[in-house]
């Protein structure tokens, strides 16, 4: 499903979120810099959206981007390629199955791709596997707002609009139905901070970003 979307993926995220995506990126990015990071990875990568925001922030990093889709790797490969950007590295994996060692990275991103995991407790665990001691893991998913006045109008656009548009556009069938469906099936706020902490991390604050269409996750190995 995601190979069939690479081809549209960027402009789908940009326009379906009024380019609010960028913003969310930007706060994500910012969590990691009292670290000074030397080595960061980005995962679930998609086509690189994010380990490029990270390369631009820490220019001297060394940015390594991973997928399970080997669509969107190749896609961000021709974006690094047009953009010049030597600093990163795109490669298909696993995030339940890292072929990388323990202790490797500052930092660790995930950019709307926890929910997709297969067994996100496993995912979780190998995250904190391959960061260092005090290292950070940085996650930003979607969620579902709880305002009583914004919740409706947001879920009615989630699950009727953009569906159809991502159809039409993506003409995939099944992708942006997938999206609402895994975000319903997606741990809410404080229960996410719970599996972080069972993965062994120390969870320390979550912020809701947009009135809750996004939620950005801090925590520390």
């Not at 960061?40 to 940015?63: H, N, R, S, Y």
């Not at 791709?113 to 391959?130: C, P, T």
Request: overall charge positive; glycine content about 8%; some cysteine.
């Amino acid at each position: 499903m995601f190979d069939n979307i690479a081809h549209r993926y960027d402009f789908l995220n940009h326009f379906l979120s009024v380019g609010i995506d960028h913003s969310w990126r930007k706060k994500a990015v910012r969590q990691l810099r009292e670290l000074a990071p030397s080595k960061i990875l980005d995962m679930a990568t998609g086509t690189g959206d994010l380990a490029i925001a990270l390369q631009k922030a820490f220019p001297d990093a060394e940015v390594d981007g991973i997928d399970l889709s080997p669509g969107m790797i190749a896609v961000g490969n021709e974006k690094l390629q047009r953009k010049k950007l030597l600093n990163i590295t795109l490669k298909v994996g696993d995030a339940e199955d890292l072929d990388i060692p323990s202790n490797t990275y500052d930092g660790v991103t995930v950019g709307f791709g926890v929910r997709n995991f297969e067994n996100l407790q496993v995912g979780l665990r190998e995250l904190h596997r391959v960061l260092r001691p005090k290292g950070r893991l940085v996650v930003l998913e979607f969620s579902q707002p709880r305002g009583f006045l914004f919740r409706p109008l947001f879920m009615f656009y989630f699950k009727n609009i953009l569906p159809l548009y991502g159809k039409f556009v993506s003409k995939d069938p099944k992708a942006y139905t997938y999206l609402f469906e895994s975000v319903q099936r997606f741990p809410a706020y404080e229960d996410f901070m719970n599996e972080l902490q069972s993965a062994g991390f120390n969870a320390r604050y979550y912020k809701q970003l947009t009135f809750g269409v996004c939620c950005l996750y801090v925590a520390d190995k």
